[in-house]
């Protein structure tokens, strides 16, 4: 839970996210935390999952089948699985985030894009390929920053 409430659309950095099915583990799963978990869901499910993967994130390494045979073999595979996808999905939605707010960005509401933002995020959307069905994993305050940022026309 701490990780998600350290978001913030103020952070500038890019990310090297991963946007090739192929990337995930289990590409249901990935596909299921953007279209079905909302903020609580999702942070419930890091807190679970995310503990196990970091303790065992070592055990991703080699070639994807190499990697799954591994885990195959793990009492807690399934949930080093699920933590190395979810946070494949957050640094995906992080990066989609980042990219509606910069200076000079049109001020648009959530899931409401339209023009460079819809692009951008679409680019970035495998799981989907749309650009406003992006999950509500926003902060309070991101939510507060971005009506701000909207409120003032995206200056």
Same mark, same amino acid.
């Given at each position: 839970m701490t990780f998600f409430l350290l978001i913030g659309a103020a952070q500038a950095s890019s990310l090297g996210v991963a946007l090739n099915k192929?990337?995930?583990l289990d590409w249901e799963y990935a596909v299921s935390l953007w279209t079905k978990f909302d903020r609580p869901a999702a942070l419930e499910e890091w807190d679970l999952v995310m503990p196990v993967y970091e303790?065992?994130?070592d055990l991703i390494a080699g070639t994807r089948d190499e990697v799954l045979q591994k885990l195959a073999n793990h009492p807690q595979g399934d949930l080093i699985k699920r933590g190395h996808? &979810?946070? &494949?999905?957050y640094d995906v939605w992080k990066d989609a985030y980042r990219s509606i707010l910069p200076p000079g960005a049109k001020a648009q509401p959530w899931n409401q894009l339209t023009g460079w933002n819809c692009t951008y995020v679409k680019r970035r959307n495998i799981f989907t390929g749309g650009c406003n069905d992006m999950p509500d994993w926003r902060t309070e305050a991101d939510i507060k920053n971005h009506n701000a940022f909207i409120a003032r026309g995206g200056k």
């Open positions: 192929g990337d995930y303790a065992n994130k996808d &979810l946070r &494949l999905v």
